[in-house]
């Protein structure tokens, strides 16, 4: 058991070298290992037809419980919507200062809001998703620097317009 | 630093209390969740909440019932009402009965985000505008705080190195002193100026009063505690409670003000909450303290926990090189305030205000110079202005000759020296008058 690194668990198709840059993104900012694998599990038990998306609580529930005992955070990573049902749509949540977080990259991507693909800015969004949630993980709230990634985003306007790296302020809180 | 938000999130469905509540916890706010209405109440009783969000249907009290409630606890409370099921109507009626905003489930990220940064800034400029408040009285009335003489320039050598302190101040001084500018220009001058200086007159409040005045109390404490209401020391956090006549307290309250000032906690009258407040204690008194500690009238732990600095504030009498600054100030002020032209003094009317003993010190003198502003002809202020008299007769003479001479005098210099009127209302003749003018050798005043 390795209680000293974190792990990030694809559910559905991600490139390799997509997954290969966000975990070294996910190490410079958190000074841990990290590490991958993939994730099988039936997501239509989350599946809300109602408002045709997938339940963001139970499933946050379902990665804290069900996956990562050997880790200090886990995060899943999926390429469906997620819903809570307060809102419309989440890009991602974890429990504050808990083991466990989600992200969505199925927001993520610009040919859903009917603009030119782009894969980096693509790729960019998710690591700052991923950071994003992770940091939450780590006891982090939102930070009022609108360079910082802990930034709060709603729109993918707002994640393109921060970096991927923590503010010297939310940094000097997970020393 | 802001003040950390605090939120009631109150609905009957656990995954919306949860969902909202991580929402809510990532941006940094105090969230507390509530499954009904009574529950919500029951917390809004015993803590109070700057943002309460509601659903509007839930088994039991429905949220608009909730929400009259609520304002009638704690009518400052932002209260938004959500629900699956708008209607014109409920959001129309949610309005009228005071809540901040209406939102139907699901809704947007952004427009919860949207919406409590409204509720929050409302809540800060609320506060901002309390504390702006008490900053204006404040600075006004220290400007009122003057002197050149010698006693009041060490005054206010004091007030300067005390003021950055943390330290209890006592203030002594005669009634009338200006005790409380001082405490004033202490708390202006001092890191909590921007936060409110909170003032209670002990010697005017019963012991029960008191209680509930410096504490605060809950609702239903006692008869005619309808509302929750915050005490004075909760009213003080991070600025200064000024506690005025600390010598009238009972001896119970003593002791409550002894824990109080040792712990900077304390309970509300009727609740069970403790409630920490970090204040800073200025205590005036016209009384000696020390006696009354050697009498055993004022605990001595008291004594030492308030005197940790003792703050003397002569009496004017003792500062009489300082009553023509005073005179000039109280009459601009007043000038001012009656929106009439600047007038002066005749120098005998400020000759005779040096002589008098001023029992009632500057209070006394500022109403003198008050009503000789409203009673005055609107150019100069005369002897005839100033009451001067009737006491300067009771305290300076004794023979029935000075008495006369100063009654014939008054009675001239109040109808300009007119010999006929004079004598009317001396009921004497003319002669008789000029006799007794010529005796007591009277001239009109220059």
């Known amino acids: 058991m390795n209680l000293e690194n974190i792990t990030l668990i694809s559910f559905g198709y991600f490139e390799k070298e997509l997954l290969e840059m966000v975990v070294n993104d996910v190490e410079r900012e ?133 970096s991927h790296h923590l503010c010297n302020h939310c940094r000097l809180k997970l020393i | 630093m802001p003040k950390k938000i605090s939120i009631l999130i109150v609905d009957d469905e656990e995954s919306v209390t949860d969902s909202l509540y991580n929402w809510f916890i990532e941006d940094g706010y105090r969230v507390e969740c509530a499954e009904n209405a009574k529950k919500a109440l029951t917390m809004l009783e015993s803590d109070i909440y700057d943002i309460v969000l509601a659903d509007i249907k839930m088994p039991g009290m429905d949220g608009l019932e909730m929400l009259k409630r609520i304002k009638s606890l704690r009518k400052e409370s932002i209260v938004i009402i959500m629900t699956a099921f708008a209607t014109v109507d409920t959001a129309v009626q949610a309005l009228k009965d005071g809540a901040f905003d209406y939102v139907t489930k699901p809704f947007d990220p952004d427009d919860l985000s949207h919406l409590i940064r409204n509720a929050s800034k409302q809540i800060s400029l609320l506060e901002e505008n309390e504390i702006l408040k008490e900053k204006v009285v404040s600075l006004e009335n220290v400007e009122d705080l003057i002197g050149n003489s010698e006693a009041m320039q060490n005054v206010l050598k004091e007030i300067e190195s005390v003021a950055q302190s943390n330290a209890s101040v006592i203030i ?26 909170v003032s209670v ?100 732990d008291l004594f030492y926990r308030l005197n940790v600095v003792n703050i003397n504030v002569p ?67 005369t002897l005839k202005d100033l009451p001067l008299g009737k006491t300067v007769v009771n305290t300076t003479f004794e023979s029935l000759d000075d008495l006369e001479k100063n009654h014939i005098s008054q009675i001239l210099s109040k109808y ?6 004079s004598a009317k209302a001396l009921k004497v003749d003319r002669v008789t008058l000029y006799n007794k003018i010529k005796k007591y050798d009277l001239k009109p005043a220059k």
Not at chain 2, 173 to 186: H, M, P
Not at chain 2, 336 to 347: C, K, P, V
């Open chain 2, 416 to 421: 300009n020296w007119n010999i006929s009127v």
């Open chain 2, 315 to 381: 009496p004017l009498r003792d500062r009489i090189e300082d009553i023509p600054l005073l005179v000039d100030y109280f009459i601009k002020k007043y000038c001012m305030s009656m929106n009439r032209a600047l007038i002066t003094i005749d120098s005998s009317a400020l000759k005779r205000l040096e002589e008098f003993p001023f029992p009632g010190n500057i209070r006394e003198l500022e109403n003198m110079i008050e009503r000789a502003i409203v009673v005055g002809n609107g150019k100069k202020i």
């Open chain 2, 172 to 197: 002594t001084g005669e009634s009338g002193t200006g005790k409380e500018l001082v405490a004033r220009a202490i708390h202006a001058n001092s890191p909590r100026k921007f936060f409110p200086m």
């Open chain 1, 30 to 162: 958190f000074l841990l290992p990290v590490k991958t694998q993939e994730g099988h599990m039936d997501l239509s038990e989350f599946y809300d037809p109602s408002r045709r998306q997938y339940d963001g609580n139970r499933l946050l529930k379902e990665i804290d419980f069900g996956y990562g005992d050997d880790t200090i955070k886990t995060l899943g990573i999926f390429n469906v919507d997620l819903f809570i049902p307060i809102l419309t749509y989440i890009f991602g949540q974890a429990f504050l200062n808990g083991r466990a977080g989600i992200a969505s990259i199925y927001r993520l991507r610009n040919e859903r809001y009917g603009i030119k693909s782009d894969e980096k800015v693509f790729a960019d969004r998710i690591r700052k998703e991923v950071i994003h949630e992770l940091g939450h993980t780590f006891g982090l709230i939102h930070c009022q620097n609108p360079d910082c990634v802990m930034r709060s985003s709603t729109y993918v306007e707002d994640i393109d317009q921060k």
């Open chain 2, 201 to 300: 007159h002990c010697g005017a409040l019963s012991e029960s009063l008191l209680e509930s005045e410096l504490f605060g109390h809950e609702k239903g404490a006692f008869t005619g505690a309808v509302y929750n209401r915050k005490g004075r020391f909760e009213m003080a956090d991070s600025g200064t409670i000024f506690l005025d006549e600390i010598a009238t307290i009972s001896p119970k309250m003593q002791v409550e003000l002894l824990r109080v000032l040792e712990s900077k906690s304390f309970v509300r009258v009727g609740g069970n909450k403790e409630i920490t407040s970090d204040f800073r204690v200025i205590c005036a008194t016209n009384r000696d303290l020390k006696s009354m500690v050697e009498k055993g009238i004022f605990r001595e």
